[in-house]
């Protein structure tokens, strides 16, 4: 194991550096963890391109990385839960426990919730990361760390599946083939939708779609909603069951609404500019639920399950592998959208 802690911290705007920091020492409850894996996420690129995501704002060095799994190294009093040797994924964000939403069970909903590498909060893109014992699972033997560390996209299909309400049989429309899409197609099979569509811009993200079990693609060739909505009715020769809108992109979102059956729901899960201009009228009148997603709540453990049982396979999301003294190669290369998900290896 390492004696230094090399950490990958951006400073400003542009401004990542990698820098031995001390080793953290586990408090009561907590554990220190021997970082394995971290992906990267879109939103870590997008805080070193811009210094910020809406009023998060990068006002002092923050450590990187959310997506990630460790092995237990050292353990903090009380702790009964994990032993020193265990391989965990670490779910990123921790409530506070007391407030009302914390007590309803919504604990995404926090105020004050700490989620790793969201200003102010440090991420764990780092030999050396503690992080409080309940909120690491434990990985079986037969799951990998690069495993652990994707099962923290993957509850983002599993929390956007449910409130979607995905179950035997559904007919789900999937926008948007990025990471999150294809982590919710992932989850929309596993939940037993009958057919799943998924759509994008480009063609090497269909293609992956395509891989990865999507039973349709549609290109989307025009920002009219209403074009492109018969065109994703015509390939699944009636209209979805469910939306999932994984872009962020405000024509994705009306073609989402416009899309989906009378009745049925649009979970949106991408985040675009603040006030989009949507069909609501017809969302309205046709009875189609507009529902949102905020990370998700619960939903390590069955991610965990998904994988171990073999109901998903994460490991084809993975296109691009560095180590973490190559983390500016695996910036760039995810900021220029080579791949789907760039994981960085964090032991020495
Ligand atoms: P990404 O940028 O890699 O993927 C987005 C995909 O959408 C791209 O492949 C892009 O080509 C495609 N796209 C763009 N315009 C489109 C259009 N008009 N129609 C169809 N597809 C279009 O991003 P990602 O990492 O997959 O994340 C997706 C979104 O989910 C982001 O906005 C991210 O911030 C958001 N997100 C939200 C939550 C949440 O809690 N709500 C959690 C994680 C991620
Ligand atoms: O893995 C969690 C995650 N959440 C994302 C994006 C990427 N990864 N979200 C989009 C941005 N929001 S936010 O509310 N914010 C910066 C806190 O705009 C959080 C959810
Ligand atoms: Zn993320």
């Not at 400073?11 to 542009?14: F, L």
């Not at 919504?106 to 105020?111: D, Q």
């Given at each position: 194991m390492a004696d230094t802690n090399l950490t990958a911290i951006l400073?400003?705007?542009?401004d990542i550096r990698l820098e031995d920091t001390s080793i953290p020492e586990p408090g009561p409850g907590q554990v220190q963890l021997c970082m394995q894996h971290v992906g990267i996420c879109g939103s870590d690129v997008h805080y070193w391109q811009h210094g910020n995501i809406g009023d998060f704002v990068v006002k002092a060095p923050m450590i990187l990385g959310h997506e990630a799994a460790g092995i237990v190294s050292k353990i903090g009093d009380g702790v009964t839960s994990l032993k020193i040797g265990d391989r965990v994924a670490i779910e990123p964000g921790v409530p506070c426990r007391r407030c009302m939403d914390c007590k309803r069970g919504?604990?995404?909903?926090?105020?004050d919730m700490a989620f790793?590498?969201?200003?102010?909060i440090h991420g764990n893109l780092a030999r050396y990361y503690v992080h409080d014992a309940d909120f690491c699972y434990k990985l079986p033997d037969h799951v990998s760390t690069e495993e652990g560390a994707l099962l923290e996209p993957l509850s983002v299909g599993v929390h956007a599946c449910k409130r979607a309400g995905v179950t035997l049989g559904t007919k789900v429309l999937i926008c948007g083939a990025g990471p999150i899409g294809l982590v919710n197609l992932l989850t929309a099979k596993a939940c037993g939708a009958s057919v799943v569509c998924v759509t994008d811009l480009d063609e090497k993200r269909l293609a992956m779609a395509k891989e990865m079990g999507a039973d349709h693609v549609v290109k989307?060739?025009?920002?009219?909603p209403k074009e492109m909505a018969d065109k994703i009715v015509e390939t699944f020769g009636e209209r979805p069951d469910v939306t999932i809108e994984c872009s962020g992109a405000p024509p994705s979102t009306r073609t989402a609404i416009l899309s989906t059956r009378s009745g049925g729901c649009v979970v949106l899960v991408g985040m675009g500019p603040s006030s989009v201009e949507l069909p609501v009228m017809d969302a309205a009148v046709r009875e189609v639920d507009i529902r949102g997603i905020f990370r998700y709540v619960n939903c390590y453990p069955t991610a965990l399950n998904m994988v171990a049982s073999g109901s998903?396979?994460?490991?084809?999301?993975?296109t691009h592998r560095f180590k973490l003294e190559q983390t500016m190669d695996a910036f760039e290369t995810t900021l220029r959208g080579d791949g789907i998900k760039v994981m960085i290896e964090c032991k020495k």
């Open positions: 400073y400003a705007k542009g919504r604990y995404n909903l926090c105020p790793c590498a969201t200003p102010p989307i060739t025009s920002k009219d998903v396979n994460v490991k084809p999301l993975i």
